[in-house]
């Protein structure tokens, strides 16, 4: 018996077919057919009952799917404990969106730096989506992003809420509607610069229009995802677009854009992703560190 067999059986069993395993451990629907059948005979049972339209686990292969799926985390777990011994535990690593990356990590690690000035930082940036996967096979200690991470390996933290906002150009149309929502018949009349992507902002707005307006369609003068160019447009008056409140402060105290509530938007919900175990005391003060800031402005709130 080895890992490749494991790995087959349990992909195989999860993802509900040979052909979907194949493409999820990159390998041919034989081979991972042979995996398994191969498998089965040093077992010396039938995990798997199978026809030419489904398939289904046997009595045996219940009981060993359970036993399977621990001995590959077992795997997994010593490989990357042993990968992380031979590491500088001074580094930390964290993976997290762009967004949060720009707007979000800078304070806390100058803020830690501050205390632990010999500790270094490696950040790598991913979309949501990709993060999980990054995390996995990676293994960072700390992830940071806008959907909860479903992984037993990690435990997650709620700390933050940056809410939606309407940015126009400092004009006086603008300034004279100060102090109330953003009119969303508006959206419907005045050039918008969206984003390219479907992430999780656009996805949002997405569904705040098909809520909201009688006819979803825009007149898109630009799309484009990168948050700082779409602020440098909005301020020149190429149109209006919607971002989080905290991407828009510096601009907004700088006089270059006016920013409205987005009445009825859901607020962007951040994460704290860290690892459980095999942290370094260095990477253990840094995630009591980040802990402690979000309680603190928890109780600020």
């Not at 040979?18 to 498998?39: C, G, Y």
């Not at 042993?82 to 720009?102: C, F, H, M, Q, W």
């Not at 435990?155 to 603008?174: K, W, Y």
Request: aromatic fraction near 10%; charged fraction near 25%.
């Amino acid at each position: 018996m080895d890992f490749k067999q494991l790995e087959s059986f349990v992909a195989a069993v999860d993802e509900g077919s040979f052909s979907n395993a194949a493409d999820r451990l990159q390998l041919s629907q034989s081979m991972v057919t042979i995996h398994i059948r191969n498998l089965e005979r040093e077992l010396g049972t039938r995990l798997l009952n199978r026809t030419t339209r489904s398939m289904e686990l046997s009595q045996d292969g219940r009981t060993f799917y359970a036993y399977a799926r621990e001995m590959l985390k077992l795997n997994r777990d010593s490989i990357l404990a042993l990968s992380r011994a031979n590491k500088d535990g001074k580094t930390i690593e964290i993976v997290a969106t762009p967004y949060i990356s720009r707007y979000y990590l800078s304070d806390w690690v100058i803020g830690f730096h501050q205390r632990c000035p010999e500790v270094n930082f490696s950040f790598f940036t991913s979309s949501n989506s990709e993060i999980n996967g990054r995390l996995e096979q990676d293994g960072c200690e700390f992830a940071f992003c806008n959907m909860k991470i479903l992984n037993n390996d990690y435990a997650v933290r709620h700390c933050g809420i940056a809410n939606l906002v309407v940015i126009t150009p400092d004009e006086p149309r603008f300034r004279a509607m100060a102090g109330e929502s953003f009119p969303p018949a508006l959206f419907n009349e005045l050039p918008m610069i969206t984003r390219s992507s479907t992430s999780t902002l656009q996805q949002e707005f997405m569904r705040w229009m098909k809520q909201n307006l009688p006819d979803p369609r825009l007149h898109v003068a630009a799309a484009i995802d990168d948050t700082e160019t779409i602020k440098q447009l909005v301020a020149a008056g190429v149109g209006i677009s919607v971002i989080s409140e905290v991407a828009a402060r510096d601009y907004v105290a700088a006089d270059r854009v006016l920013s409205f509530p987005l009445e009825g938007a859901m607020p962007y919900h951040l994460y704290f992703v860290y690892k459980k175990k095999y942290l370094s005391p260095e990477q253990v003060q840094f995630r009591d560190y980040v802990l402690e800031q979000v309680s603190q402005n928890e109780k600020g709130e």
